[in-house]
């Protein structure tokens, strides 16, 4: 089987298109927003969705939830990006992850968290209208970009939506976001979010 190139795919429908069209991006962090919004916004009216239920304690969710915030406040863009805190709820996470807690990380575990946080995101983008949504997720080298456009092409199809193929750590994505990150002096946490990756 062929494998697709998800920049080649973002880019055709990029092309495809001479006036912006709204995003519903889903954040993860600011230093993995940081490219993204720098590079989208270019073409896209994005509003920033952060929902991150894995991540825990409670703290460590305001801070990153607030440095996403800050990061938002302090970038230019050519098209406006607007933002949207999802609701902070755990034990949806853990309802959905129940059994898969000793999985090895970005195995079954990681599958059902990206299924939740996706589908939140596509059921957003049906209710608000949004023309496509997409993740930052993919811009980690952690991160497998098969699987996540994968999981989010079939929540696109669930709720009736556009679907934004993306693999964010081509053209040098992700060493762009390392230096954006040092621009704006964010905090790069040290583990993914949930207990089990800390």
């Not at 709204?22 to 994005?46: D, G, K, R, T």
């Not at 239920?53 to 440095?67: D, L």
């Not at 805190?85 to 034990?91: A, M």
């Not at 299924?115 to 993919?138: G, I």
């Amino acid at each position: 089987m062929q494998k697709v190139n998800y920049q080649n795919e973002l880019e055709k429908i990029i092309n495809s298109s001479k006036e912006s069209k709204s995003l519903l991006l889903h954040v993860c962090c600011a230093p993995c927003s940081s490219y993204v919004l720098e590079y989208l916004s270019n073409f896209f009216e994005i509003t920033v969705f952060y929902y991150n239920p894995n991540i825990e304690p409670y703290s460590e969710y305001e801070y990153r939830v607030n440095e996403e915030k800050r990061l938002i406040g302090e970038m230019n863009y050519k098209n406006p990006v607007h933002f949207i805190e999802g609701v902070y709820e755990p034990q949806e996470y853990h309802s959905r992850v129940a059994g898969l807690e000793n999985e090895k990380e970005g195995g079954k575990r990681c599958e059902e968290c990206f299924r939740l946080r996706l589908e939140k995101t596509a059921e957003l983008c049906k209710e608000k209208k949004f023309d496509f949504f997409t993740t930052t997720l993919t811009l980690s080298p952690l991160k497998n970009a098969d699987l996540l456009n994968a999981v989010g092409q079939k929540a696109a199809e669930k709720y009736g939506v556009e679907w934004l193929p993306c693999d964010f750590k081509k053209k040098n994505g992700y060493l762009r976001s390392i230096e954006l990150s040092k621009q704006h002096n964010l905090y790069r946490q040290n583990y993914c979010g949930c207990i089990y990756s800390k």
